[in-house]
């Protein structure tokens, strides 16, 4: 059980394929990433929440890892995330999830910066610049819509 704050639930686990979000088997790196990718099969994964405020809104639920998202994304926190379709509608400036060829999965705050390349930022800029990725290195990106917060 996730809590939210000692008298609230904010989510329960649920085996119920109908309702619920997954819970990814892998954590968001908000620092240095370890290289994995985000391409699995959402219907699968039999580790669900069923959080009653996110549950329409969101895709999937994924752990943050690391501290250049601090203050915004604690390490811990777990995120819910709405899978982006059309790179055309991003949010420039929100934070999204991305799975990239050779960073990783990470938590970023996502900008367009060119034709062919994102620029990515952290929160925590004095320690983690910002850097840019090759639009054709991420396989997929997902919007930043909750947060659910460990005490």
């Not at 908000?30 to 959402?42: F, H, I, N, P, R």
Request: proline letters at 4%; one cysteine or more.
């Amino acid at each position: 059980m996730i809590l939210g704050n000692k008298s609230e639930i904010v989510a329960v686990p649920t085996s119920d394929y109908s309702v619920g979000l997954p819970m990814l088997p892998f954590e968001a790196e908000a620092g240095e990433s370890a290289g994995d990718t985000l391409g699995v099969d959402l219907k699968a994964i039999e580790e669900r929440y069923n959080v009653s405020m996110l549950n329409d809104k969101a895709d999937f639920l994924i752990t943050i890892r690391g501290k250049s998202m601090e203050p915004a994304f604690d390490a811990g926190d777990i995120v819910a995330c709405k899978i982006a379709k059309n790179t055309q509608s991003l949010q420039w400036g929100r934070a999204y999830i991305l799975a990239t060829d050779e960073m990783g999965i990470m938590c970023k705050y996502v900008y367009e910066n060119c034709e062919n390349t994102y620029q990515c930022k952290s929160e925590n800029e004095k320690r983690y610049p910002p850097f840019k990725v090759e639009k054709k290195c991420v396989h997929h990106m997902a919007l930043v819509v909750g947060r659910v917060s460990l005490f």
